[in-house]
């Protein structure tokens, strides 16, 4: 289970460890399993579904939103790994970045938008790990830690991690 600061993880969002080949090839008929609510404990509904792009899909994908009968919040499920807004996993960004702060250039030529991430994680890393005067430390840190290592734009607060299963 993915353990990291809640304020950090965006709002609603419920992070699923589900397959995205699988998820592709079956489109709405993928079977999402039951939804619990964090807060009331109550089994959600399901609650239509958002069209998103990940990275490796030549398409994109179906996922499913629920919402609580009780406190009404609606909740939209996503692949663990990947931060609310972002299509890249975290695993590639954590490369990419570590690659170009090892080496001191870009593994490849999108440099464009590896940029802007590294941008976003030294803003992070230098207001967040004072403590820690080597950027690579901190990547490394927040990576083992699963903790998103770059801001990226705000949503109101916390995630839910509920595994029902
Ligand atoms: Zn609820």
Redesign the pocket.
């Known amino acids: 289970m993915l353990q990291a600061p809640a304020f950090l993880w965006a709002n609603m969002i419920l992070l699923r460890k589900i397959c995205l080949r699988l998820l592709s090839e079956q489109g709405k008929g993928f079977k999402w399993g039951s939804c619990f609510?964090e807060?009331?404990q109550?089994p959600m509904w399901g609650h239509g579904y958002v069209f998103r792009y990940f990275e490796n899909l030549t398409s994109a994908v179906w996922m499913k939103r629920f919402r609580?009968a009780?406190?009404h919040?609606v909740v939209t499920t996503r692949p663990e790994g990947f931060l609310a807004g972002v299509r890249t996993g975290i695993e590639s960004i954590y490369n990419i970045i570590r690659y170009r702060l090892t080496n001191g250039v870009w593994p490849d030529p999108r440099r464009q938008r590896f940029g802007h991430w590294l941008c976003r994680f030294m803003k992070m890393a230098r207001m967040d790990f004072v403590s820690m005067p080597d950027p690579i430390e901190v990547l490394d840190f927040c990576f083992q830690k699963l903790i998103p290592f770059f801001y990226f734009k705000k949503r109101a607060t916390c995630s839910s991690f509920a595994d029902p299963t």
């Open positions: 609510c807060k009331c109550r609580c009780g406190c919040v």
